[in-house]
């Protein structure tokens, strides 16, 4: 078991990154199904809602206007959207495994 909890602020800024990654690759068919993690994966509500965006719109074009129209707390959305996900593959991953592991009680997440 991990001796210290994940910060918020830490996953928050793992799961831009899963979510950078999957908007980048969704829509151009270049990311399995399979490996996008389950909306409830996702700790942060921020994460949540860009999720929602990325998957229900019908193309990347449309994710982002929605995206650039967003106000989340402790999120730059001008960033979110102009960097790439390319480098960022493993995220999504890493979200599915973090998401187990705190359901089986092996991580935890520091207290507000």
Same mark, same amino acid.
């Given at each position: 078991?991990?001796?210290?909890? %994940? *910060?918020?602020?830490?996953?928050? !800024?793992?799961?831009? *990154? &899963?979510?950078? $990654?999957? %908007?980048?690759?969704?829509?151009?068919? *270049?990311?399995?199904?399979?490996?996008?993690?389950?909306?409830?994966?996702?700790?942060?509500?921020?994460?949540?809602?860009?999720?929602?965006?990325? @998957?229900? =719109?019908?193309?990347? =074009?449309?994710?982002?206007? #929605?995206?650039?129209? %967003? +106000? @989340?707390?402790? /999120?730059?959305? +001008?960033? $979110?959207?102009? %960097?790439?996900? +390319?480098?960022?593959?493993?995220?999504? =991953?890493? /979200? !599915?495994? !973090?998401? #187990? &592991?705190?359901?089986?009680? !092996?991580?935890?997440? #520091?207290? &507000?």
């Amino acid at each position: 078991m991990e001796s210290r909890p %994940l *910060k918020r602020i830490d996953i928050l !800024r793992h799961e831009l *990154k &899963a979510l950078r $990654f999957m %908007l980048d690759n969704y829509h151009a068919g *270049k990311i399995n199904p399979a490996s996008i993690p389950p909306r409830e994966d996702f700790q942060a509500e921020q994460g949540r809602r860009l999720y929602d965006i990325i @998957l229900g =719109a019908p193309s990347r =074009a449309a994710a982002e206007r #929605e995206i650039g129209e %967003l +106000e @989340l707390d402790e /999120v730059d959305i +001008e960033s $979110f959207l102009r %960097l790439t996900g +390319e480098h960022y593959y493993t995220y999504p =991953a890493l /979200v !599915r495994e !973090r998401a #187990e &592991a705190i359901r089986q009680g !092996r991580l935890r997440i #520091e207290a &507000a």
